[in-house]
């Protein structure tokens, strides 16, 4: 299998064109649950295939690989019967591309590899589809412009959205049908069934333009299940640091609500919060922090402004961080723009800490980056209703 990936792999763009369009052409049904504009999709394709001939050797890993990209198509509408279309375009994409390359062991090796892969994923859907819904309609009903292209956006679940502070959670709008964009809460769970997330407009972002400009309350959005391990840790003595870059904030201020419900979880451990941003008036949320931090002692709060000269707040967020000289007994959590994510993490393991104790969202795209737990395969349960 590696030797047929190598072949094919200067070829991936050719490859996804080929295999969609055969998968489009013989089975037209299954088109509709794709979004209209296929080049992001296209890309994803060879990773996922990568990452199943990387695990291959490692059944374990490769099943809960599966298994979770299982669940998550599920909101894609995926059903048992596409699983075979996929599977026979797919054999006959990758024989056309290997060329001579492909044997018929390969041939034979890559069959029984797709019907693992692709019965473990079933499964895996059926038994989500017993435990939650594939997605949860969301209501706007509240919209909030908070300057620099940035939108507090809170939405209405029915049922009830069940999630831990600090994870994350995929979206799809009625501006652009099955395109999924993933935003992480900036609360911890309500009574009340809403969720708050802040959206800033990326340049060239249908998604988030539509989010920040185009909302409005009554509007309807969906749903996946939550996704990420970025939770608060069991107590283990140690002080906590919270660094946010940007919105990063939002899963960072769920965090800290989160603690501030219920302040004796902290078991007098203190946390040091970090909020960077590019320019002092980007830094949005910090008030906010500042007015906690006065009304709790636990609660340290930092600035960190990169592009823009601020007495007491310059510097990049990873450089504050190292220079705040965090030691080995801390745990830290990091979200924001993946450089400033990948910076900080370097940062930190620098100073010592230990990589179990650094969290953070999977920097690429998350159901084919997320790390696989040697220790605990079936980790993701913890976070199923
Ligand atoms: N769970 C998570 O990890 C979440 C991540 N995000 C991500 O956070 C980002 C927020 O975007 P904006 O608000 O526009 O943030 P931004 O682009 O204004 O950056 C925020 C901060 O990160 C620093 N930074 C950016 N790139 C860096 C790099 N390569 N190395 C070191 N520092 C760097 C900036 O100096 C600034 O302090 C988006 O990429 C979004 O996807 C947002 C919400 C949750």
Known sequence: ??????????????????????????????????????????????????????????????????????RDHRKFGAVTAHYGAVGECLLETLARFAGPAWTPEIALAWQRAYGIASETMILAADDDTRLRPAVWNAQIVGHRHLGNALAEVTVATDPAYPYRAGQYVSMETPWRPRVWRHYSPANAPRSDSTLTFHVRHVAGGHVSHALVYRARIGDMLRLGPPEGDMVLSAPSGRDLLLAAGGTGLAPIRALIEQIANDPH???????????????????????????????????????????????????SLPDVIAASGAGAHTEAYLSGPPGMVAAARQVLLRSGLPPAQIHHDPLGVPVLDAPLDPGHPEKEEDNRI
């Open 1 to 70: 299998m590696r030797r047929s990936v190598a072949v094919v792999e200067p070829q991936a763009e050719e490859l996804a064109v080929y295999f969609y369009a055969i998968l489009f052409v013989r089975y037209p049904e299954v088109r509709s649950l794709f979004p209209e504009n296929m080049d992001v999709q296209r890309d994803r394709l060879l990773r996922a295939l990568l990452r199943i001939v990387d695990l291959v050797d490692s059944p374990e890993h490769l099943a809960q690989f599966c298994a979770r990209l299982g």
């Open 265 to 315: 979880r902290l078991q007098g451990r203190h946390v040091n919060l970090f909020v960077g941003a590019r320019t002092g008036n980007e830094l949005y949320g910090l008030d906010e922090m500042l007015r906690l931090s006065q009304r709790h002692h636990w609660l340290t709060v930092r600035a960190a402004v990169s592009h823009e000269h601020i007495p007491g707040a310059e510097g």
